[in-house]
């Protein structure tokens, strides 16, 4: 079965350093998608990025980027000039090549960001 | 463009009763997906929800059931409510299947 692994329950950060958080999957498809989506205390998950399986280069979304290694099962995300805005809960997520419509969640990681 | 609506925001029930949550999803979205997130337990897939037809089901007792509206919006339905139910239940939608998912606020239900 499909598991995704978030090693960190909680990371703090310096307001404008970087910090890269981890994540770790399990899965014997070859094609796939992977997500990391933040959750403020307002609750709403919000999408930060996205990754295809098939795509060899890491995605990037303006501060924020994705180291993605296919053959070891990691996809973390990097962080860089950290905001005070960005203090949320983290999830990484694992989404079916078929169509399931089902993610797989991380356990989350919060993230703290000091003035 | 709207979000992901959903209603009540908050909701407490007594165990035994029944719930019903709902979901308006982004206009133009055909899919509606529900997840629960327990405490401790992270977010778990309950239901998909595409063109009005249950499309997939998580591993959830039928206590938890709910529908697909033509409009596209969603209901999700507990019934016979235990205290392990109290979570926060998030609604999501996509177009088409394979796009990313739009969360909204999330219900948060307690039983007591």
């Known amino acids: 079965a499909q598991t995704v692994t978030q090693s960190q329950p909680e990371m703090s950060v310096q307001e404008a350093e970087t910090v890269t958080l981890s994540c770790t999957y399990d899965?014997?498809?070859?094609?796939?998608?992977l997500f990391w989506y933040k959750q403020p205390p307002s609750r709403q998950m919000i999408l930060v990025i996205r990754?295809?399986?098939?795509?060899?280069q890491n995605a990037t979304e303006n501060r924020f980027s994705v180291n993605f290694q296919k053959a070891a099962k990691s996809f973390s995300l990097k962080i860089s000039d950290s905001q005070l805005g960005d203090a949320a809960m983290y999830f990484c997520?694992?989404?079916?090549?078929?169509?399931?419509?089902?993610?797989?969640f991380g356990q989350g990681t919060t993230l703290q960001v000091k003035p | 463009e709207a979000g992901v609506t959903q209603s009540p925001t908050h909701l407490i029930k007594t165990r035994g009763q029944q719930a019903t949550l709902r979901c308006s999803p982004i206009?133009?979205?055909?899919?509606v997906y529900w997840y629960q997130q327990a405490l401790g337990l992270g977010l778990q897939f309950l239901l998909w929800?595409?063109?009005?037809?249950?499309?997939n089901r998580g591993n959830f007792p039928p206590r938890f059931s709910g529908r697909q509206f033509p409009n596209y919006s969603s209901e999700l339905n507990v019934n016979a409510l235990e205290l392990e139910d109290s979570a926060l239940y998030l609604c999501?939608?996509?177009?088409?299947?394979?796009?990313?998912?739009?969360f909204g606020n999330g219900t948060r239900l307690t039983v007591t």
């Open positions: 999501a939608s996509s177009s088409p299947y394979n796009s990313p998912l739009h």
């Open positions: 899965t014997s498809e070859s094609d796939y998608y």
């Open positions: 990754q295809e399986a098939y795509k060899q």
């Open positions: 997520a694992y989404r079916f090549p078929s169509n399931t419509g089902k993610l797989i």
């Open positions: 206009s133009g979205h055909t899919s």
């Open positions: 929800y595409d063109e009005g037809e249950e499309r």
